[in-house]
């Protein structure tokens, strides 16, 4: 048992938070990572005693508060407090406690905030928010971000917050209202009015909302949840509609044309539950006759090591050293453990590609990558490809000594990987 898990959790919540300790910004990962751990006992304890837990709870929450001053913050632990006052109200909800004293203490949390934040705590705690809590809690959240904000009910986050209050309430004719002035509807905007109007078993509103949404995506460029959201609700406004065969066969075009992991989503998003996997080994499939370099960063994404290895294995020398050398090292990297001779043939290209520089220290970068290839080669079996791969490099590099040298190192077995100084380079320009 460790220190830390001997202490009452009420001492452990004031020991993990380091009270007086600066914590830099390389540290803050480390530092979370041990309240998660904490918190997440706080939440096991909810269970079975939900008044324990928010006793503990609310110690965690003054105690972050009064850390916010000693925290090289990105962010991260404001996430964190958010979701303190996320458990806090979860457990006021279910003990029934008083829903006007839940309002107020936010309240108060919210004016006394310093710190900044609170700022975005209103727009977290609404979807948690139910039954009489929500008639309570609501328009005091509101109250106060109408009241900080410079520009009022016209702020950005007002609206965005009145949004967010019409959607948890279904509100959709109230969600639509507040996105009719000109710069306030979003893609986002799109996809949770399409979302309601197809709850509401009208698939063609829903559908013309998403299409708006998806031409908002064009001008936004936008991508990540909303257009997941908006794909998805697409598809089911089609496929209501009887017409899913076009959202596919459009994703399948889209695509073709443009190859990415987003695209290979939308496609699956777009096919029939039962069909995916089958237009999934479709479209991987043809990635094997695009540019080399757009085939493997999309294997690389959807994790396919067998494909990439037949990508390389069939490619022309000359494609892969075009590739650019960060997704070589990545390619290499992946394959070495089951498709060492494909993984040698990447690590030769990114190695060759060094060299071509045809500038010393530049050529000395790609010996670790020929280090590599011998390595897998040789146990592979395949010391003849080594030996071939080793003549052309000291082809390529015949003028330069230093590196004719290092392959030598790396021939024998005896090279070591290490920075090459002034005093190397000048031995190797001074050589006869």
């Not at 009420?10 to 390389?26: N, Q, S, T, Y």
């Not at 939900?50 to 003054?62: D, K, L, R, S, Y």
């Not at 997704?327 to 494909?342: F, G, I, K, N, S």
Request: net charge negative; hydrophobic share 45%; proline share 5%.
């Amino acid at each position: 048992m460790s220190y830390l898990s001997a202490l009452p959790l009420d001492r452990r919540i004031e020991v993990v938070l380091e009270p007086g300790r600066l914590i830099e910004a390389d540290r803050v990962p480390i530092f979370l990572d041990r309240l998660q751990h904490v918190f997440s006992t706080v939440r096991g304890l909810a269970e079975h005693d939900p008044h324990g837990a928010i006793t503990h709870v609310q110690t965690f929450v003054i105690g972050c508060l009064e850390k916010a001053e000693e925290i090289e913050d990105d962010g991260s632990f404001g996430s964190f407090v958010h979701a303190l006052f996320v458990a806090w109200v979860k457990l006021r909800q279910r003990l029934a406690a008083d829903p006007a004293q839940t309002a107020a203490l936010l309240l108060r949390h919210l004016r006394e905030d310093t710190r900044g934040i609170g700022q975005r705590l209103p727009q977290v705690l609404v979807p948690v928010l139910h039954g009489a809590t929500r008639e309570a809690v609501e328009p005091v959240l509101l109250g106060h971000l109408v009241a900080t904000s410079a520009e009022g009910e016209a702020a950005p986050e007002v609206v965005d917050l009145r949004k967010q209050l019409a959607a948890a309430r279904g509100d959709v004719s109230a969600y639509e209202a507040l996105c009719e002035e000109p710069g306030t509807l979003t893609a986002r905007d799109c996809a949770e009015i399409a979302q309601m109007r197809i709850a509401r078993c009208e698939p063609d509103v829903a559908l013309g909302w998403a299409e708006r949404g998806l031409a908002a995506l064009l001008w936004e460029g936008a991508e990540g949840g909303a257009a997941r959201d908006l794909y998805r609700v697409h598809m089911a406004a089609r496929a209501a509609l009887g017409r899913e065969d076009e959202l596919r066969d459009a994703a399948w075009k889209r695509f073709r044309g443009q190859p990415t992991q987003q695209g290979l989503e939308r496609l699956l998003l777009a096919a029939p539950p039962e069909e995916r996997e089958a237009w999934r080994e479709r479209a991987l499939d043809g990635t094997l006759r695009w540019r080399l370099e757009a085939c493997l960063e999309l294997l690389l994404e959807v994790d396919e090591p067998t494909r990439m290895a037949l990508a390389v294995r069939q490619a022309h020398r000359r494609d892969v050293r075009e590739v650019a050398p960060p997704t070589l090292q990545r390619v290499a990297h992946r394959l070495e453990d089951d498709w060492p001779v494909e993984a040698a043939r990447a690590y030769e290209a990114l190695a060759i590609g060094h060299l071509r520089h045809r500038r010393q220290r530049t050529a000395l970068e790609g010996l670790p990558s020929f280090a590599a290839a011998k390595r897998l080669l040789e146990a592979a079996g395949h010391g003849k490809a080594w030996r071939a791969m080793c003549e052309h490099a000291a082809r390529l590099g015949q003028r330069n000594n230093l590196f004719l040298e290092g392959l030598a190192a790396v021939a024998a077995g005896s090279f070591a990987d290490r920075p090459y100084g002034l005093q190397d380079r000048a031995r190797a320009r001074w050589a006869p």
